[in-house]
């Protein structure tokens, strides 16, 4: 869906009488949300809704759609479930900026934390898996309240999800619900038979992290001697047809190779490069942390040669999007995508955001406690006390610390700057610098220079 057709979906299902009529749509009816059926009926041309054929004509009318088109998407059940997932959205919490759907559009999902490396970034300190992990009758139960509420996509992690010995079973189970399912790995494990089984079970996307050369890579690993067979996993992931990403954290000490990663993430024929935000959590220090000057070099590093080459070169850092806008480029780079905004990139990434914790996915930890993002430890409830997609919709509505982490213009310092709705700092930093998730993202070059003049105020 594009930017300009939700607005038109927003400004429309602001009108009272519509919104109702569409909030109706929403119920679930003989096991599956009554939209999703009627977007299937309208993609397959066996009628529809009146209401939504009318606002889906007049978008397509205004801004020059293809309905042919729109009705192919329509017929993939991720992409229909995300359409849903929009409306919902703007039924329940209207066209804001940044936009929150109706339920998270992912969740990064550590189904254990026994792991074969010892990371020294590790955010989980993985290596055994808990003693209260869920099993595998409650993580069924879990993938049907998911599922149930709307939510897109699943991102399996851990520590090394592909040690979990039902994992299989989790992934089949998404798919049965039309559940996008994804996989973060070493990429130690990725044999041709694991990949063809990846495959088979229907994963759509392998990241697999690979963090330096082969010296960088094994010291950052904590094991010798693994570095060629992450790049066979690589290799075997792209040869099977996966969409692929390798992802890198960058830190202080493998600062210096980012640049080359880069050039091997092309030559290994890789879809998506995923530049991840270190923040220092679990078992990573802070003295890992990046210096801002530095993080800022690397983003445009990253940012000049996304515009090179057909791979998607992406960061979580959230500054990424603030570093295309200073390029004055049509396109705002975000954690999921790159959408193309044309003239209307200021308003359009104000209204897809920056930072999308607590606000487009939500993190689960292998106990079932859930976290505003993966490397944000902050506790939030636990998915074991829902009974249903309702309670799990309710929590996702209205907890304080969900409400606090999209309101954008409150954030201390990144309220004030005028990129916070395409930006927003992060506050996984934050808190894990100051204990604080409001305040000044310390990674920002912006932020930074503003958190050190308050503190020498301070200290005068």
């Known amino acids: 869906m594009t930017g300009k057709m939700i607005e038109l979906f927003g400004a429309m299902v602001g009108n009272p009488i519509v919104r109702k009529r569409v909030k109706g749509l929403l119920e679930r009816e003989n096991g599956s949300v009554k939209l999703e059926r009627i977007l299937r009926d309208y993609a397959e041309d066996n009628g529809g809704h009146p209401v939504l054929n009318k606002i889906i004509d007049t978008g397509l009318k205004v801004f020059g759609g293809n309905a042919d088109d729109l009705k192919n998407r329509l017929r993939d059940p991720v992409w229909r479930r995300g359409f849903v997932n929009v409306i919902s959205g703007l039924v329940h919490f209207g066209l804001r900026k940044p936009f929150v759907p109706g339920s998270p559009f992912l969740i990064v999902w550590d189904v254990t934390y026994a792991c074969n490396l010892k990371c020294r970034h590790c955010y989980s300190t993985a290596g055994r898996p808990w003693d209260d992990e869920l099993s595998t009758e409650e993580a069924l139960s879990v993938i049907e309240i998911l599922a149930d509420a709307g939510v897109t996509s699943v991102a399996f992690s851990g520590g090394e999800p592909l040690l979990r010995k039902d994992f ?17 790995t070493n990429g130690t494990l990725l044999t041709e038979e694991m990949v063809s089984r990846l495959k088979s079970h229907g994963v759509e996307y392998v990241q697999i992290s690979l963090d330096g050369l082969r010296e960088t890579h094994e010291k950052f690993r904590g094991i010798a001697g693994i570095y060629d067979r992450v790049l066979d996993g690589i290799k075997n992931a792209v040869n099977a047809g996966l969409t692929v990403c390798i992802s890198t954290t960058a830190t202080k000490m493998n600062l210096r190779d980012v640049p080359e990663m880069m050039n091997l993430a092309e030559k290994l024929g890789v879809k998506w490069f995923m530049l991840y935000n270190y923040i220092p959590t679990g078992r990573g220090d802070i003295d890992l942390d990046l210096e801002p000057h530095d993080r800022e070099r ?113 954030l201390e310092i990144c309220g004030d700057c005028r990129y916070r709705y395409v930006c927003g700092g992060c506050r996984a930093r934050s808190y894990a610098y100051f204990n604080d998730y409001m305040s000044g993202d310390p990674g920002c070059i912006m932020a930074n220079h503003r958190i050190k003049k308050i503190k020498l105020t301070e200290r005068a």
Not at 305 to 330: C, G, H, L, Q, W
Not at 353 to 370: E, H, P, S, T, V
Not at 377 to 387: C, H, Y
Request: with cysteine; glycine share 6%.
């Open 168 to 184: 299989f079973e989790l992934v089949s189970r998404l798919k049965e619900y039309g559940v996008y399912v994804a996989v973060a």
């Open 298 to 410: 690397l983003l445009r590093l990253l940012w000049n040669k996304m515009k090179e080459t057909d791979v998607n070169f992406m960061s979580t850092a959230p500054y990424y999007a603030r570093v295309a806008i200073e390029s004055e480029s049509s396109v705002i780079p975000t954690h999921f995508y790159n959408p193309e905004l044309g003239g209307r990139l200021r308003s359009l990434g104000e209204f897809i955001g920056g930072c999308g914790c607590g606000r487009f996915y939500l993190a689960l930890r292998a106990n079932g406690d859930i976290n505003p993002c993966v490397f944000f430890p902050l506790w939030l409830e636990n998915i074991k006390n829902f009974s249903d997609s309702e309670d799990f919709l309710h929590f996702w509505r209205e907890n304080r610390i969900l409400r606090d982490l999209r309101d954008k213009d409150s």
